[in-house]
């Protein structure tokens, strides 16, 4: 007897349906997104409204939140509501600070989510507001904190802390904290946002395919010891307003419409007590709903073997049965930033462990009991800037049950000869410590916390020990701790002798990816220079091989600005020095990088997160900047 199509179950043939349909929606109606019948999952991206920019030395208002879901619907299903959120208006008002964005949602399963509207840009010598990403701080005002409320991946990040003198700070981008101001009247760039043309292909918007940029600062004021000019932060990519100039007749740029950009900050205006010049308004939200899977409910026993096998059967996955390779390393910590007394040390790196790959002393077992289905992938961020204090610790990166611990941020010196000296902070690599005013010397901060087997970092260096002030001490990095700081040898009496900050400690060579690239390097302490300069006063500490910031010099001759950690290299900001504009810098953010046989299936989440690719050899790779979720199948 003939086969009858191997064994089926109901009709030979299942309805075929068409491709899967895009939907974009710019402003909020009363009718629901309906799928077409058959469909089975969703790609939904919903970015809220970006922060208004605030006045008088306005910080730039943050970006909206942004977030990438896959969602289960079933057949020709109605989401539910669709909001979508306005931008917040700019300040127009003295002292006051712009407003928060509107948050955006979708309603899918009888389930809500949001993504949450811009924090607005501060106002004079105010803190930025929390949001979807951050408002910028004005001068001497703190950043607004992005991902507020927290939601995992990260919907966004903070705003960017004010600098010395009158300059405020830009607004978060989804893609990167604002950009912080350098001191010299230069105001704060708003943040990044992200490309999401290769997971959304087509029209998303009438004006672009980039989201969620952070507002730029508005113009800084005159420094000492001479005025400088009053230069406005632009605006990140993805909609974000360029901060006002110093005119009371001009306002900070406006984010663009249904982008989710911040609005620039605005200015006091031409001289001091003259009108305003407003903050400009937070761009609108967008919703995109895209079908990314159809299927019938008729199966045959072939189609159904063949999901199970692929792991996309809905009721279970299927053990691997092959070693999958890692490599995880967090975000590292910053250095430490201004205050009076002695250099500021280097921010730690972020945590590494890895397998298959890498010097062999620092291998852990690969992962032998992964299934099919989808991971969570958290890429750490780097330990933020903050002034006139210890640096920020780095935040950890996760795949499956491995997690790399951010780096400790470095720390900042006090008063001498009584004022408190203070220690690094502890973490994947420990930050580097500050002078010491007596014995003993203070260690550096512990690397290794908690601690891993193989261990994933190492110490921070000790601070230089003198009673009024020396070079700081460099992060410890993941293969190697971080140099002490140095001073003077020749003091004279009880003048500041100053000294040289420490070396950030070097990080570790890997080739999950290929081409050997070196990562979690820690961060170069800062350089004191003292009051009768020796040859190795204000000297700044080198960065660690493997993205470690430099720490800041003040030596006349051998001067140089401190520089932030690497970018997906895990390493830690270089520090800071004890006078303006001094400051430290932020960490780098972190990377995780899982390869395995080719048997495997790698699919990632976002676009703008994940590359995908296969090794000559074979093995498939999948490399991930940002958090993300990852879909293995076999």
């Not at 010299?184 to 672009?208: E, I, Q, R, W, Y």
């Not at 249904?258 to 903050?279: E, I, L, M």
């Not at 395995?596 to 090794?615: I, M, R």
């Amino acid at each position: 007897m003939p086969r009858t199509n191997g064994g089926i179950i109901g009709k030979r043939n299942v309805t075929s349906f068409g491709k899967g349909k895009q939907t974009v929606r710019t402003s909020s109606t009363p009718s629901a997104v309906t799928t077409q019948p058959g469909t089975r999952f969703i790609k939904t991206l919903i970015v809220a409204g970006g922060g208004g920019g605030g006045a008088d030395y306005g910080g730039g208002g943050g970006a909206g939140g942004l977030r990438i879901l896959e969602l289960p619907v079933c057949g020709s299903a109605a989401l539910g509501a669709v909001t979508i959120g306005g931008g917040a208006s700019g300040s127009s008002t003295n002292n006051t600070g712009g407003s928060d964005g509107n948050n955006s949602s979708i309603v899918v399963g009888g389930t809500t989510y949001t993504s949450s509207g811009g924090g607005g840009g501060a106002a004079e010598g105010d803190a930025g507001n929390d949001g979807g990403s951050g408002g910028g701080g004005s001068y001497n005002g703190s950043a607004g904190s992005g991902n507020t409320p927290p939601v995992s991946p990260p919907q966004g990040n903070n705003g960017g802390p004010a600098g010395g003198g009158f300059v405020s700070g830009g607004g978060g981008g989804h893609s990167a904290a604002a950009g912080s101001p350098p001191g010299t009247g230069v105001a704060g760039t708003g943040g990044a946002g992200t490309d999401l043309s290769g997971c959304f292909p087509g029209s998303l918007s009438p004006t672009c395919s980039v989201f969620s940029g952070g507002g730029g600062g508005g113009g800084g004021g005159p420094l000492p010891p001479s005025p400088q000019p009053y230069t406005p932060g632009p605006g990140g990519a993805g909609g974000g307003g360029a901060g006002a100039p110093d005119s009371c007749s001009t306002q900070g740029a406006a984010g663009t419409a249904n982008s989710g950009g911040g609005g620039g900050g605005g200015n006091q205006g031409a001289g001091g007590g003259n009108p305003v010049s407003p903050g400009g308004n937070g761009g609108s939200g967008i919703v995109v709903v895209k079908e990314i899977n159809k299927a019938s409910g008729v199966w045959n026993l072939k189609s159904q073997l063949r999901a199970r096998q692929q792991g996309t059967w809905p009721d279970g996955s299927l053990l691997l049965g092959v070693d999958v390779n890692f490599l995880v390393v967090a975000g590292g910590g910053a250095g430490g930033s201004s205050s009076p007394g002695g250099g500021h040390a280097g921010g730690g790196a972020g945590g590494y462990r890895a397998s298959g790959y890498g010097p062999s002393p620092l291998r852990a077992s690969a992962l032998s009991d992964l299934t099919t289905g989808t991971y969570t992938i958290t890429v750490g961020a780097g330990g933020a800037l903050s002034p006139s204090a210890p640096g920020r610790k780095g935040n950890d990166s996760v795949f499956s049950t491995i997690t790399s611990t951010g780096g400790g941020g470095g720390a900042h010196g006090g008063e001498s000869p009584s004022g408190a000296c203070s220690q690094g902070g502890a973490g994947g690599s420990g930050g580097g410590s500050s002078f010491s005013p007596g014995s003993p010397f203070v260690a550096g901060g512990p690397g290794n916390n908690p601690p891993t087997s193989p261990p994933q970092g190492n110490n921070g260096g000790a601070g230089g020990l003198l009673q009024y002030g020396a070079g700081a001490g460099g992060g410890g990095g993941a293969g190697a701790a971080g140099s002490p700081g140095n001073q003077n040898p020749t003091p004279n009496c009880n003048q500041s002798p100053g000294g040289r900050g420490g070396d950030g400690g070097n990080g570790v060579p890997n080739d999950i990816l290929g081409p050997s690239t070196t990562y979690a390097g820690g961060g170069g302490g800062g350089g004191f220079i003292g009051a009768n300069p020796g040859t190795l006063d204000g000297v700044y500490g080198e960065g660690g091989s493997g993205g470690g910031g430099d720490g800041f010099g003040s030596n006349p001759v051998l001067s140089h600005s401190s520089t932030a950690g690497g970018a997906n290299l895990g390493g830690g900001g270089g520090g800071g020095y004890s006078a303006e504009p001094g400051q430290g810098s932020a960490g780098g953010s972190g990377i995780v990088v899982v390869r395995g046989p080719s048997a495997l299936t790698f699919a990632g989440s976002p676009c703008c997160a994940f590359t995908g690719s296969t090794h000559p050899g074979g093995d498939k790779i999948a490399k991930f900047t940002a958090s993300g979720t990852l879909t293995i199948s076999k």
